[in-house]
């Protein structure tokens, strides 16, 4: 089970940071990520972090302005997201266990609303 928060409404540069908390998988060894979801558009990956190496990946468009992390027990997963754009509104998910940002994660959240104006 993963359960987001940390979702809201930010002006435009404002910064927001998501948590997930996971319980009911092992986590000792896998990548956990955040997706999105805008209206009228495909869920993407925003960025991927590998629970035992700390291998991280961004997708291009957060690239220098949203940080991934890991909680020390390890099933804790963070977004930092700073300089947040109009264009960062969407439905956010935690994933895990699953390629990096490719979308085809075994475990999922319900999701979380942020929304940039």
């Known amino acids: 089970q993963l359960v987001e928060s940390g979702g809201g409404s930010v002006q435009a540069g404002g910064s927001l940071r998501l948590s997930c908390a996971g319980s009911?998988?092992?986590?000792?060894?896998?990548?956990m990520g955040w997706f999105r979801q805008a209206p009228g558009k495909e869920r993407e990956g925003v960025a991927a972090i590998h629970t035992r190496f700390d291998i991280t990946y961004y997708a291009d468009s957060v690239k220098g302005r949203f940080i991934i992390s890991l909680g020390n027990a390890k099933n804790t997963l963070y977004l930092q997201m700073n300089s947040l754009k109009p264009e960062d509104t969407a439905i956010y998910y935690c994933?895990?266990?699953?390629?990096?940002?490719?979308?085809?994660?075994?475990?999922w959240g319900q999701g979380t609303q942020v929304t940039v104006s």
């Open positions: 009911g998988y092992t986590y000792k060894s896998i990548y």
């Open positions: 994933a895990a266990d699953g390629p990096g940002l490719v979308d085809e994660y075994k475990y």
